[in-house]
DNA sequence: AGGTATTCACATGAAACTATTCTCTGAGTTAGG
DNA sequence: TAACTCAGAGAATAGTTTCATGTGAATACCTGT
């Protein structure tokens, strides 16, 4: 415990040191830099595409595809900023509609991505309650009210047609013929490359007219990217040598993600401040992506449904006492003494073989079917979580599930 | 010794069932004309 | 009378169970030497 005079001293101190982010929004991976590094071709095609909108002229449906964290979304909405604030100047009538699709609020259905378009069309609509073509009616009528563009960008488009298919592509790929004044333009950007081969062909020749490949970046322009923004996040000599390099480093062997950079560069730098050191190390890279590593493997366990906590649960409790491996036997019988004694009876092994499977699959744990000759034949299993956080993730999950 | 057949302990598949969520219709309600 | 609201019917969906079939290799069982 800190005395009184302790603690006012620690407050002291802590005024008296110089911070070490001056902004830190400018890494989080929502900013929006005035300057987007290493993806001039992909902003100039994209800005060739879209361009005869200032002449009125539909420009072609675009198809944008590449992992996280590439810039797509960034190259598309400063894009779209230039091109709003140029046909601004010109008085000239180009909107543009931006979905996220992966956003739970809007990701479910065709009903709830329609609302959305038409509700940022001005629509005032409810939330449940009136039928699809009735809410496509209002969106159709919405942007037909003067000539003008309407530019559609669907974001993360992949997620809602595995799950809600691709009618509303279709929908509105010939939205065009039924609007009198306005003319619409779809962009998609997916994560999924092989996304358009499952669409149905003619959304996918009509979506597909154009499309930009973003590629990863490699560890020289993660670099850069890191520099830049660093340069306006920290204070001046906050970042010791080598700690953007390893940085960039670390993000380039996971597919040249800089959303992950930034991340592991705001976590270090949130470390060295709490350490209260002036400038943050290449060690404190390392600790960050520790800790990284740790809050996702929380995220994930803590959102995952409730059989499936048991489950991991039984196989938490198990590891210690049986060495290294154990296998689906046992942790269904583990998992059967626990569901009797919270008085609920549990699922088939079916099922819990199968929800073995999928938290092999999320990479909690480590599964794999071997052969026991003439003793059968089952999944081997080893945790992937690193062994300080096994009791923290135990206890947490025996809190929540009252076990 | 070498070869074949068994056998274990689940894995993996398919179909059916169930509870929940969504969409949509029509009855009832409200408000304005 | 048109517009709106809401309950409930029907369709879609996710999660699960039931039934059925598949699997790889250690072991048991032959077979002829």
């Given at each position: 415990?800190v ?8 407050f ?7 911070p ?15 300057a ?14 879209l ?41 000239l ?10 956003l ?7 009903y709830?991505?329609?609302t959305?378009?038409a ?9 449940t ?8 009616n ?10 003008q563009?309407?530019?559609v ?10 799950k809600?298919?691709d ?5 509105l790929?010939?939205?065009n013929?039924?609007l009198?004044?306005?003319?619409v333009?779809l ?12 669409v149905?062909a003619?959304?996918?020749?009509s ?12 560890a ?23 700690v ?12 040249g993600?800089?959303r ?8 270090a ?43 991991l ?15 689906t ?9 626990l569901?009797r ?8 092994q079916r ?8 938290l092999d ?9 071997i052969?026991k000759?003439?003793y ?7 945790l ?20």
């Open positions: 415990m005395g009184q005079s302790g603690l006012s001293d620690f002291e101190q802590f005024l008296q040191r110089e070490i982010f001056v902004n830190k929004k400018v890494l989080q991976s929502n900013y929006m830099p005035d987007i590094l290493h993806r001039k071709k992909q902003l100039e095609f994209l800005a060739n595409i361009a005869p909108a200032l002449r009125s002229e539909k420009p072609a449906n675009i198809f944008i595809y590449g992992k996280t964290g590439t810039g797509k979304t960034l190259v598309a909405q400063h894009t779209l900023d230039m091109l709003a604030r140029a046909a601004e100047s010109r008085n009538k180009i909107k543009s509609i931006y979905v996220n699709c992966k739970k609020k809007v990701s479910d259905t065709e709830r991505i329609v959305e378009l509700r940022s069309m001005g629509q005032d609509l409810p939330a309650g009136l039928p699809t073509d009735e809410v496509w209002k969106f159709l009528a919405a942007i037909d009210v003067e000539p563009i309407v530019i960008v669907l974001d993360e488009i992949d997620r809602f047609v595995s809600v298919g009618e509303i592509l279709y929908n790929t010939r939205i013929s039924e009198k004044k306005a003319q333009s962009v998609g950007i997916s994560n999924d490359v092989r996304f358009i081969e499952n149905d003619r959304v996918r020749s979506l597909g007219e154009e499309d930009i490949v973003f590629t990863p970046y490699n020289l322009e993660l670099k850069e990217i890191l520099e830049k923004r660093a340069s306006s996040a920290f204070r001046a000599n906050a970042i010791g040598s080598g953007l390099e390893k940085c960039a480093a670390y993000a380039a062997k996971e597919h993600d800089a992950r950079a930034l991340d592991l560069l705001r976590a730098g949130e470390i060295a401040e709490r350490e209260g050191v002036q400038h943050i190390l290449p060690e404190h890279i390392d600790r960050a992506e520790d800790r990284i590593e740790r809050d996702r493997v929380l995220e994930i366990t803590v959102a995952q449904p409730k059989q499936s906590q048991i489950v649960y039984s196989i938490l409790e198990l590891m210690p006492n049986s060495g290294k491996k154990i296998e036997g046992e942790i269904y019988e583990r998992y059967l003494q569901c004694q919270t008085g609920s009876s549990g699922l088939t099922r819990v073989s199968d929800l073995i499977g999928e699959m999320i990479g909690l744990i480590n599964a794999k079917v052969s000759g003439r059968g034949r089952t999944r081997q299993i080893y992937t979580i690193p062994d300080d956080m096994v009791q923290k993730i135990r206890d947490k999950l025996k809190a929540d599930l009252e076990v």
